[in-house]
């Protein structure tokens, strides 16, 4: 009779009564998608402060507005007549503890005020311009890319065609001529943001319409998609139920690409005098008004720019943040 073979420490070490004695009785838990890009995300301050960068400038457009002095208001006695200027302050921008950044030169308006009344409106336009985008974007993308033939070559065709209108001059052009009466029960500013919103919006969905098309077509051949069709699902079952919650990911993370991008787009037009009305301040028109007098007093030019820059690169940074959180092959 032979003695047994005693194990070796390597097999000593592979038995599973001795790995998992001290962790009897716990239940192993796993991690959804959402918990796992929201771990990838915590990890990216860089990211995250973009992310809180976005949240205060949101909550500075909603209630900063009932916080702040009236930006209509004018304090001549503040300003220079001699020079037409704001009396102290660096660069004569009349900084005080009254107004913290200063008045405008000529009327005296608090630029503080006028600062947070303008990211409401710039915000405004931004996001439901890009949720206009991002609707039409996606269900024409979607369609394109899951029907494909003639419907894709229809929607397509469509996408260069739009890609290719001069959508500055249309809306220089759409903005100077409706922007000035009234239509659709709207006038005044209600209206300029009206037709801003749908020039921005209606114009820019081929740009994310291009990348759900582009999605669709890898999705489609997928093996959920042939179990769903062998079910007898129905085609607006499998786009909306199995084909939309996949691409949530690109949409999220072009979304909050789209937004600065409209950001700066409104703030164009503003410059140019095709956006709201004044005297209610807006980013851009704000920074048009600075323009003439940026050499004497550059101070003026400095409020608005730092808003516009900071708002785009919060945008920009929570993007990429994103981006690398949801992408399935990040680490």
């Known amino acids: 009779m032979t003695a047994p073979i005693e194990a070796t420490g390597a ?18 838990q796993g991690r959804s998608l959402g918990q796992i890009a929201w771990m ?18 949101i909550l500075l457009a909603v209630v900063g507005p009932y916080l702040v002095a009236d930006p209509l208001a004018y304090h001549q006695n503040l300003v220079d007549p001699t020079y ?12 005080s503890a009254d107004h ?15 600062t947070v009344h303008g990211a409401r409106i710039s915000l405004l336009v931004a996001f439901l311009a890009t949720v206009l985008s991002v609707v039409i974007g996606t269900i024409m993308g979607i369609t394109a890319g899951f029907f494909g033939g003639w419907v894709d070559t229809l929607i397509s065709r469509t996408m260069d065609v739009f890609l290719a209108f001069p959508l500055l001059l ?38 994310i319409g291009r990348i759900i098309r582009g999605q669709t077509l890898s999705l489609r051949e997928r093996e959920f998609v042939d179990a769903a069709r062998s079910m007898g ?16 990911a690109p949409i999220l993370v072009y979304s909050t690409l789209l937004i600065p991008t409209n950001i700066l787009f409104e703030a164009a037009l503003s410059f140019l ?49 994103l981006r690398d959180a949801l992408d399935p092959r990040a680490k």
């Open 11 to 28: 097999q000593q070490e592979a038995q599973p009564e001795s790995v998992l004695a001290g962790v009897e009785g716990k239940a192993i």
């Open 40 to 57: 990838r995300l915590k990890r990216d301050k860089v990211a995250l402060a973009g992310g809180v960068i976005i949240v205060f400038l």
């Open 84 to 95: 037409n200027r704001p009396k102290g302050g660096i660069w004569h921008s009349g900084i």
């Open 100 to 114: 913290w950044l200063g008045v405008e030169p000529g009327s005296g308006r608090d630029m503080l005020s006028r």
């Open 170 to 207: 249309f809306a220089i052009a759409l903005v100077g001529v409706v922007g000035t009466g009234s239509a659709f029960g709207m006038e005044g500013n209600n209206l300029r943001i009206g037709v801003l919103i749908f020039v921005i919006g209606f114009f820019n969905w081929p740009y």
């Open 233 to 248: 699902a129905k085609p607006g079952y499998i786009l909306f139920k199995e084909l939309l919650p996949n691409l949530v």
């Open 273 to 321: 005098g095709v956006g709201i009305n004044p005297p209610t301040p807006s980013w851009g028109a704000t920074l048009s008004l600075a323009v003439p007098i940026y050499s004497a007093d550059p101070w003026f030019m400095v409020v608005p720019g730092m808003a516009i820059f900071i708002t785009v690169l919060a945008f920009n940074l929570l993007g990429d943040g």
